[in-house]
């Protein structure tokens, strides 16, 4: 099955959640395009030690369109409240008209303000399951709760109950 015609800008966290977890290709199965503004890029593979970060560098290489950072009036208003990641990361996706890819709370809220399409980790895995892409997202919700990434516990029984997996228990 191809990926939906769907376009993408990826913020830093969701990058490094799905490459901790050795599952960053499912980003291909689920979108079209993925762009990476650059200052995302190096705040998720700048330090080659870091868990996930060549893999990260090797996806964008390979995968993803990456673009020069903005420095716009969006852009600064963004930068008041937001990290670099994800100020950028929301200017390249109201630029090229797409929609996000971020988990951060304060970054999904002005990805809202704006009106962009919104994604999450728990979308990409729910769409990767609906496409056959991937058998269940239990074990990777383990994966990425094991790694330190936070979900809240609603949010993970909502997308167990939406995968057909209610009775999994990833804690």
């Known amino acids: 099955m191809r990926p939906a015609a769907v376009v993408t800008v990826a913020d830093a966290g969701p990058l490094i959640a799905l490459a901790r977890c050795r599952r960053l290709p499912l980003l291909t ?18 330090d080659p030690e870091r868990p996930g970060a060549r893999d990260i560098a090797a996806f964008a290489a390979s995968h993803a369109h990456v673009h020069p950072n903005r ?9 008041r409240y937001l990290d670099e990641g994800e100020a950028q990361a ?3 996706a109201r630029t090229l ?22 994604s999450g980790v728990l979308g990409v895995l729910l769409a990767a399951r ?3 892409r991937l058998a269940r997202i239990a074990p990777v919700l383990r994966c990425l709760q094991t790694n330190g990434y936070r979900i809240a516990p609603a949010l ?7 995968a057909g997996e209610s009775g999994e228990r990833i804690d």
Do not use: K, S, T
């Open 97 to 118: 008209e797409c929609g996000v890819l971020m988990d951060e709370r304060r970054g999904r809220a002005a990805a809202r303000r704006l009106e962009l399409p919104l």
């Open 156 to 162: 993970i029984a909502a997308a167990l109950e939406a």
């Open 130 to 132: 609906r496409n056959g």
């Open 90 to 92: 929301l200017c390249l």
């Open 71 to 79: 420095n716009d009036a969006l852009y600064a208003d963004l930068r």
């Open 29 to 46: 199965e689920v979108f079209a395009a993925i762009h990476l503004p650059r200052a995302v890029l190096e705040g998720a593979a700048a």
